[in-house]
């Protein structure tokens, strides 16, 4: 019996994608053999994309040769241009396809292909599946998202649209019928959604073809928002994920009618706020289209990189785009005025040094602010002129961070059952980020890993595996963690990790109380300032701590006790009163209470925080804190050589690629005031960088080059390990070792 995946991975061309994420994950199968690249699929090895995104009114005097002339002095490999869906840019003759009022006698589309086609360009349909005009809801009424009064769900800006249920026949039957006619006359080389399937919470419609499937399939209406405590919303998120996986490989088997060469690309992103199932989604994509086209608000310049962290998790080497928007996608939000220059830039650095492939995106053919068109061109020719060392084969990294996705779902703060609400979703990310941005102070080269990717062959390269409050694990993800401690893997975990099942039942204690050498002692504490943790003993992770016997403890703790009570290196001190300054002084100044555990276990070594120190870190930015991580991982690595060491002054984040030709070392500068806020508005160089770089598997390296700075570095090569020194790097910087 073979299964239907076993059937595609050696059957069809262009599951050769997946095959080349293999490479990354088969130690087994070190080099391609013979010229894979031929045989892969097109989108498996492009390297740069395009993509303008026409209006309405924009068929009236789109200038198509000026526009396809921009994106081919690129060196783009594929654009993306407007095809149907809501507006049909051709003249269509699907039925309830409209056509833009704008079209005439043209057909804008065809027009746009022919002249990419010309300068060997690939054709992707941008596509949009959401909404569709009022005659459509005539004719198909069922076609339509419901309230639960049956209202038909109106766009919040254009009223005039009607959101589309994915249930519904207009996902399986008119969007497949469009798609068939866009292939059969411009055999385009794939298709993609906008806005769907996205990577945030479900949504809940009342059509009936939703109120069929609540009651054959899920046994009753789930909950309008994310709530994994409810057993119909645990049934729902099953079957919500088996509809996008339908579709998904419905709309790709179509894609492939029209060349086998093609494919179907959904629109995902996210970053680290992602509550769809997407290691499922990730077994399922050819290719992976991150919608994650800038930072708003409060938000950390990596935030682009982390995308790329959780894409090349899930993909395993199988390509994965990001879209940076050349326009304002701050709040406010302004469609036709560029971003700056340097955030964009920064923007694009990330998403290549994160092993992700380039999309430049802007809105409507008639730009009034055309100073983005350079930033994209600086960027993308660079790029081109360097193209083979972009050609990423695996990742480099030494230390694995468990993305949690189930946490990051449905997790619910330890300290009540009160509904599941916003803040409680930007909260899961909090641990991430605070284990993010104590590695990337730390310099750690690292990857994250998807949680149902815990096996032997992913994690082998990996000495150590963190979980920054993996509350939500199944057993199956605890055994696998087991095993690998077995093989001597160290683990740090912070928190709750472990202490409920993955639709956070609470288990009766830790799921790694063995692993941890500590069993949960309560409930967590509600949150509170002025609580410490005292150093007891003399230990590796709290070297460079003199001067204090505290340290700031975590915001939030699980009580625990402790297997070996004499091993107790950090204590809880109780919070006690911060005001006023009269009551400022400790109630249980000693007490027994670990606030940590560290354990030793033949080369394994394992370091668990009771407290939320990753989150607290994050929120309070508190120095010590990172120190504290950063000793712990050391220690962790026990006598491991770190891959690399970097030293100089900067904040920097370094990602190393095994490349076609040799290594690259990814250094991206966030050193700026604007690092934690955006945008960027200029660069400040980094220091001299003095670095020193393993040679993984004994590759022959003799040269250094600095592709931003173009010019050779002197190299120093002492046995499998390299030294050599940087120039200062105003934005990015990629050493090419070869
Ligand atoms: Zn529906």
Redesign the pocket.
């Known amino acids: 019996m073979i299964t239907r995946r076993e059937f595609l991975a050696i059957s069809s061309v262009p599951v050769a994608a997946r095959v080349a994420g293999h490479w990354e994950s088969n130690p087994h199968i070190v080099e391609p053999i013979g010229d894979v690249s031929s045989a892969l699929p097109w989108y498996a090895t492009m390297r740069r994309c395009g993509q303008i995104n026409i209006n309405e009114r924009d068929p009236i005097d789109m200038d198509v040769e000026q526009w396809i002339d921009y994106w081919a002095s690129l060196k783009v490999d594929a654009v993306l241009l407007n095809g149907g869906g809501i507006v049909a840019y051709y003249p269509t003759e699907v039925p309830l396809h409209h056509r833009s009022e704008f079209l005439g006698s043209r057909d804008l589309f065809g027009e746009l292909t022919a002249a990419a086609r010309a300068k060997g360009i690939r054709v992707v349909a941008r596509m949009d599946c959401n909404y569709a005009y009022e005659p459509a809801v005539k004719a198909h009424p069922e076609w339509?998202?419901?309230d639960e009064d049956g209202a038909l769900r109106p766009h919040g800006e254009s009223t005039w649209l009607f959101k589309t249920?994915?249930?519904?026949p207009y996902f399986s039957v008119q969007m497949p019928a469009i798609f068939r006619e866009i292939n059969r006359r411009y055999g385009v080389d794939g298709f993609f959604t906008n806005g769907w399937p996205g990577t945030g919470a479900l949504t809940v419609?009342?059509?009936?073809?939703?109120?069929d499937?609540y009651k054959t399939r899920v046994g009753g209406i789930p909950p309008p928002d994310t709530d994994a405590t409810s057993p119909l919303y645990r049934k729902y998120y099953e079957v919500f994920m088996d509809r996008v996986v339908e579709i998904w490989e419905q709309w790709d088997g179509v894609a492939k009618e029209g060349s086998r060469d093609s494919v179907y690309v959904g629109n995902l992103g996210g970053g680290i706020r992602t509550v769809k199932d997407m290691w499922r989604i990730g077994r399922t994509a050819g290719w992976f289209n991150a919608d994650h086209q800038g930072r708003a608000g409060n938000t950390p310049i990596w935030d682009c990189s982390l995308q790329g962290r959780v894409a090349a998790a899930m993909m395993k080497g199988a390509t994965a785009t990001n879209v940076t928007g050349a326009y304002a996608n701050t709040q406010p939000l302004w469609r036709h005025i560029a971003k700056s220059p340097a955030e964009a830039t920064l923007w694009m650095a990330q998403t290549t040094a994160s092993g992700m492939v380039p999309w430049y995106h802007w809105l409507g053919a008639h730009p009034e602010d055309t100073r983005w068109r350079e930033t994209g061109s600086d960027f993308f020719r660079w790029l081109a002129d360097n193209e083979p060392h972009f050609r990423n084969r695996r990742s480099i990294a030494d230390v694995a961070v468990v993305y949690p996705q189930r946490t990051v779902a449905f997790y619910r703060s330890g300290t009540g059952s009160e509904a599941w609400t916003g803040a409680d979703r930007a909260r899961t990310s909090e641990y991430l980020q605070g284990i993010y941005y104590a590695l990337l102070e730390a310099r750690v080269l690292v990857d994250f890993v998807a949680e149902d990717d815990l096996g032997e062959e992913t994690l082998r390269k990996y000495g150590v595996l963190i979980l920054p409050n993996a509350a939500y694990l199944s057993d199956r993800h605890v055994q696998q963690i087991h095993e690998y401690a077995a093989r001597g893997g160290s683990i740090l975990a912070t928190f709750e990790t472990s202490l409920y099942n993955e639709w956070g039942d609470r288990r009766r204690d830790f799921a790694l109380a063995d692993l941890f050498g500590a069993t949960a002692d309560g409930e967590v504490l509600p949150p509170h300032d002025n609580g410490y943790m005292r150093i007891e003993q003399i230990h590796p992770v709290v070297e460079g701590f003199g001067g204090t016997s505290l340290l700031p403890g975590a915001a939030e703790r699980v009580p625990i006790r402790a297997a070996d009570p004499s091993a107790l290196v950090l204590s809880v001190v109780p919070a006690y009163p911060s005001f006023p300054p009269e009551m400022v002084f400790p109630r249980h100044p000693h007490t027994s209470e670990p606030a940590a555990v560290f354990r030793q276990n033949g080369r394994a070594r394992v370091a668990y925080f009771a407290g939320d120190i990753d989150r607290t870190f994050w929120r309070s930015t508190n120095t010590d804190l990172s120190r504290l991580l950063d000793n712990t991982v050391r220690w962790l690595r026990g006598d491991r050589h770190p891959l690399a060491t970097i030293e100089g002054d900067g904040v920097i984040e370094a990602f190393a690629w095994e490349t076609e030709p040799g290594i690259a070392l990814h250094l991206v500068n966030y050193t700026n005031p604007h690092m934690m806020r955006g945008w960027f508005r200029r660069f400040y160089p980094t220091g001299v960088l003095r670095i020193e770089l393993a040679v993984p598997g004994g590759r022959p390296i003799q040269r250094a080059r600095a592709l931003r700075a173009g010019r050779d570095l002197p190299l120093q090569i002492e046995g499998t390990r390299l030294r050599f020194e940087t120039p200062p790097v105003a934005d990015y910087e990629v050493i090419a070792l070869t």
Do not use: I, L
């Open positions: 339509f998202e419901r249920c994915m249930f519904s419609c009342y059509c009936d073809a939703c109120r499937v």
